[in-house]
């Protein structure tokens, strides 16, 4: 099994383009999470999807939209990047929203000039 | 949200045991508490979980005492490949109004010493 798996793992973008990271996990998961880790700091959650169908906002939602395209897929989409977005993202997937363990994929390093 | 405080970092020789504590003060009476690790250019890893008392996994150790405001993981005989972020998180309540969330905090960065 692969686990969680993101594409792309290293991205570079110019201020005001748009991308999309994908994230599909293959443990017949529920829920969905994605996260951004800036330099020296904790992840913080940005959406999530408790289950196929559903989307939430979380602590830093701006600038971001998502889709959950299926139960194995949950895309981050970036509608006009920003400095401010140079981050490490991360994708993660639990069994359920309400239980603790959380599966991350490897990481997506996005640079934003 | 509860928030949780760790120590931004500890040092530790080889085969010692370590002791990390968080404490969360204002958690709540549903909330689990759950430990991740994370190597550098890695996503966190899954270490343990408890709601109370003591639970051991193959890896380690979790004390949550009675009044649930602190919980130490406990590391045994560590070696240069347990170097890495250790992150306390709480909080697994999950409202109707879909404002679940996880929140990581600094975490801990543990550097084992040969």
């Known amino acids: 099994n692969a686990g969680v798996t993101q594409t792309p793992k290293f991205q570079v973008l110019k201020t005001g383009q748009s991308m999309t990271l994908q994230c599909a996990q293959d443990?017949?998961?529920?829920?969905m999470y994605w996260y951004r880790q800036d330099p020296g700091m904790g992840l913080r959650l940005i959406y999530y999807?408790?289950?196929?169908?559903?989307?939430d906002k979380g602590e830093v939602p701006n600038g971001y939209n998502v889709s959950r395209l299926n139960k194995r897929e949950f895309s981050l989409r970036l509608e006009s990047a920003a400095p401010s977005q140079t981050s490490v993202y991360f994708c993660?997937?639990?069994?359920?929203?309400?239980?603790?363990?959380?599966?991350f994929g490897e990481g997506s390093r996005l640079t934003v000039l | 949200l509860a928030k949780t405080t760790q120590p931004i970092s500890m040092d530790s020789y080889e085969g010692q045991e370590v002791n990390i504590t968080c404490s969360h003060n204002?958690?709540?009476?549903?909330?689990?508490i759950t430990w991740y690790q994370q190597f550098p250019s890695q996503g966190p890893r899954f270490i343990i979980q408890?709601?109370?008392t003591k639970v051991t996994n193959e890896v380690a150790s979790l004390f949550i005492p009675a009044d649930r405001k602190s919980s130490t993981l406990s590391l045994p005989r560590v070696s240069l490949s347990d170097t890495a972020v250790y992150y306390c998180?709480?909080?697994?309540?999950?409202?109707?109004?879909?404002?679940?969330?996880?929140?990581f905090g600094k975490g801990t960065k543990l550097s084992v010493i040969p």
């Open positions: 993660a997937s639990s069994e359920a929203e309400n239980t603790g363990e959380l599966f």
């Open positions: 443990m017949n998961h529920n829920s």
């Open positions: 999807s408790a289950s196929e169908g559903t989307t």
């Open positions: 204002n958690i709540a009476t549903n909330d689990y």
């Open positions: 408890g709601y109370k």
């Open positions: 998180l709480v909080g697994y309540t999950y409202s109707g109004a879909g404002s679940y969330q996880l929140t």
